[in-house]
């Protein structure tokens, strides 16, 4: 009875405007505008904020969405179910992930196995891709910190240690390993705050009692590594980020206990979606494992 006012306002609320919802949906603007007007009017509520430039959803029209994303992503699969993608031959998946290492290898194998299917990537810091999951935005996420969380299901693809890298020039390149204490007297490169390479490594600080001296953060790895190349102060990150990159001398951080783990994730309400389920089952083969191994 209500299903074309709960599009409508779903449109909205997920394009940010009447105007990006009216594209989405192939309508015009008043057209949406209206379907909104007849669902608040019936239940004599305001869902949007329209007193700003950007249109924004109430608090209540926030609750409505989150109802909403899961009944449109439930339809989505039993549309899903009825078309040529439940085998797999056409359609999309969105990955978030903290770094593009893990992330381009999975969607390397998993565009062998289904050629046909397209894939977005979205690279940004952990918290970020993990919002990205939970907000819908993306089926899969590859982050770096193992979440605990009821809502999501995890495969742990490798657990990797954090290092530190300068300038040839650099009078720490003489050594090939540095302490907490020795980097913590350095100027520091790290990713931005969100990331989980800087919360791990700045946790390890404190525990012994010291501060990371950070003169520069950056929101990529290839920053990073230009910053530190440039002579700007010592990068760390991970291994895997860090890649191969020769014009760098490489460090190991004596001190710092904590790794790295990468893990795959993906919310259980969404693991049965066909294209979900296919990714998720390169992630279990890219770690050797079995569908028992996962609780599955």
């Not at 920053?223 to 190349?229: M, N, S, T």
Request: charged share 25%; net charge neutral; hydrophobic share 40%.
């Amino acid at each position: 009875m209500y299903y074309s006012q709960l599009r409508a306002f779903h449109a909205v609320a997920q394009h940010g405007g009447f105007s990006k919802a009216a594209n989405k949906l192939n309508l015009t603007q008043p057209a949406i505008s209206d379907q909104v007007r007849k669902l608040e009017d019936l239940f004599d509520v305001v869902l949007f904020d329209r007193r700003k430039r950007a249109v924004r959803p109430t608090e209540l029209g926030e609750r409505l969405f989150e109802i909403t994303r899961r009944m449109f992503d439930i339809e989505g699969q039993a549309i899903e179910l009825l078309t040529e993608s439940r085998a797999l031959k056409v359609g999309h998946i969105n990955i978030a992930a903290d770094s593009p290492v893990y992330a381009a290898r999975l969607i390397g194998a998993f565009r062998q196995k289904h050629p046909g299917i397209t894939v977005s990537l979205h690279v940004c810091n952990s918290e970020a891709a993990l919002q990205a999951l939970f907000d819908y935005d993306a089926d899969a996420a590859v982050i770096s910190p193992e979440p605990i969380d009821d809502r999501l299901l995890r495969i742990t693809l490798s657990v990797d240690s954090i290092i530190a890298f300068v300038h040839p020039g650099n009078p720490l390149a003489r050594n090939t390993s540095i302490d907490l204490q020795e980097l913590s007297r350095a100027p520091v490169i790290l990713r931005e705050t969100g990331s989980h390479t800087r919360r791990t490594i700045e946790e390890e600080a404190a525990r012994i009692g010291i501060r990371i001296n950070v003169v520069m953060e950056a929101d990529s790895r290839e920053a990073i590594r230009e910053a530190a190349f440039a002579g700007v102060g010592v990068g760390v990150l991970s291994k895997p980020e860090f890649g191969d990159d020769k014009r760098l001398s490489v460090l190991s951080i004596n001190g710092c206990e904590r790794q790295m783990p990468e893990s795959l994730v993906c919310l259980k309400d969404r693991a049965r979606h066909r294209l979900v389920d296919a990714f998720w089952t390169v992630g279990k083969e890219f770690v050797g494992l079995d569908a028992h191994a996962q609780g599955r």
